[in-house]
């Protein structure tokens, strides 16, 4: 089944302890197509500016993503620099410029209307909820946020977390937008707010899956997902957004949700965000191959595999 | 078989956001002797003061804990007041008084010195140097420590790696010891220091075991444990004992260690922590039972388990 991304595609000028790299292919929508057209059909709904060339495109359609919903500007593209120390939890933004993202308001093309699976990756809830009543007949919608929108947006958030399915964020977003110091009861308090499933990502520890009551089916105990303890971080960046390709990608290439689809797409998550971390930007994502994938899934299933 | 720890009997009075208790029966090797007991035969050498009675010693008795290696001094036992608030990571100390354990030099009796299976909890290194020595046929002796000694006694604590088969401490102490911000790198780090294996506790997220190269002839890959996703942490006290308790028991009580023994106590490891947060001092685990700890074991496996 074919799984639409609404997001930024941006460029990045990034510095790490490993390295710097300047104004390389970015953007959730990016590294979230690429981590998802691994395991289904894609669509990118986007905008750029006129420094988004044949160079870039073809980092998409080498993976066959389709971007006939990339909106084309006046202007450029989306611009984050920043840098991270030897602490990869903490980036710090040097600099940010909206560009032609300033003025995005995302239009679904027709033919992209019957999209059954959407992944709402982090913008203005606002613009995030006029996409999804855009898209009548979704059979599964996954969301994004972050600290901006929880301390700034928080009822149009409201509205945004009542239109998902499945909504994705780290602890201290959770933690922020419960208002709680207890992740569990954090959760509890998120699942009444709309989604039916929250995955909480913990950075290098992996995630979690908290169900709504009966939700998908599915029992009431949350699932866990490790990830991979890694050595070296060359490139935080994306890792977030390549959980959720992994995610999403691998439940629309699944056509059924169960229980067992939700906790291997965990997996699949993890296994995403730890290969997007290996190099700078999309380059890991780019020489990436699917046995590579498989291998390192049955690494992770390995991991915490009991008898 | 059977285990010996060497460590703390103590006196604790607590305070978290869901009450308080005065003076109530605490100290690592109260925490891990419990723990382990209900796992294999369990000894402890400690030292307590006049304030220790029969009500103290009926704890352990009742689960059938070896108490002759006690030392009774005149004086007061080892005293901790403490508080944490709605975050449970943070404990603020305020007070601490040594009493009869400032001039703790633990003395293994005869009949204790046939122990196969020892774990030194946190004191000063140099004891635990000296007590390791004093048990020449010890088959697996784990260790512990805390950022006091890291921080003041580095060569000390250099021995005492020499000294043990496994380090069991959490992310904060090994990246403090290791002076390393990545976690992979710092367990690296640590194993080349002496212990073939390293657990890293990760408090609510699990904890990761890292082994030398062909440790107990066991594979490179590090394994990782969940923890339950625990909704009210009363106490947090004496968790990361209780993780060593089980730990430690369940591989006593298991005589050869392999990879798949390894696996399951780290699992254990993580259940007995989860009992242990749920009441105050050690009341859960003198109400707990076996069935219990097996019942929760196989949450604790299921929350990870696929396909």
Redesign the interface.
Known sequence: MSLLVVGSVAFDSVKTPYGKVDRVLAGAATYFSLAASFFTDVRVVAVVGEDFTGKEEKVFLDRGIDISGIAREKGKSFFWAGEY????NEAKTLDTQLGVFADFNPQIPEKLKTTEYIFLANIDPTLQVNVRKQINGAKFVGGDTMNYWINGSRQQLGEMMRVVDALLINDTEAKMLAQE?????A??KILTMGPKALVIK?G???A?V?FQDGAFGMGR??????TL?????TDPTGAGDCFAGGFMGYIASQGQLTR?VF??AM?YGGVMGSFAVEDFGTARLQKLTRPEIEDRYK?F???????
Chains 1, 2 share one sequence.
């Open positions: 120390g030897e602490n990869v110091f207890s992740l569990v009861r959760a509890q913990h290098e520890y992996g979690t908290f105990h949350p699932f866990r997902a490790p303890p890694i050595e070296k971080v067992e906790k291997r997996f690494i299933c390995e991991l915490t595999h009991i008898e």
